[in-house]
């Protein structure tokens, strides 16, 4: 049997510091649906998952991501937040998810700390 793998399927964040606050006028109940999907790893995604027969999902981070950041440090924690909600999706569900890294490629010594910390 073909195991079906999707790869760079994006997720959010809720985190108010990370959202991009202008483009994030919804609340949870009134967001649209496409809205909704990539914060609703554990449910939605799941079921939409199974209706298409992926076994498992690699996960990135929705852009416009860490690379838009001109600060260091603020790329920096953003990237260590969005990277621990990453890794509890897939802590949750490792049979189901893995997950690309978000790097702060603007100081690649950091980048390369963030990749080798989980």
Do not use: C, Y
Not at 76 to 105: I, K
Request: cysteine-free; hydrophobic content about 40%.
């Amino acid at each position: 049997m073909v195991r079906k793998v999707a790869l760079e399927k994006h997720f959010g964040t809720s985190d108010p510091d990370i959202v991009e606050q202008p483009r994030e006028h919804f609340t949870e109940r009134t967001r649209p649906p496409h809205r909704r999907q990539p914060l609703d790893v554990q449910g939605e995604r799941l079921r939409l998952m199974d209706e298409a027969g992926i076994e498992l999902v690699v996960l990135s981070l929705l852009a416009p991501g860490i690379q838009g950041l001109p600060q260091r440090a603020q790329a920096l924690d953003w990237a260590r937040r969005t990277n621990d909600v990453a890794a509890r999706h897939v802590e949750l569900r490792p049979d189901r998810f893995a997950a690309f890294a978000a790097l702060p490629l603007q100081d690649p010594e950091a980048a390369a700390t963030e990749l080798r910390r989980r």
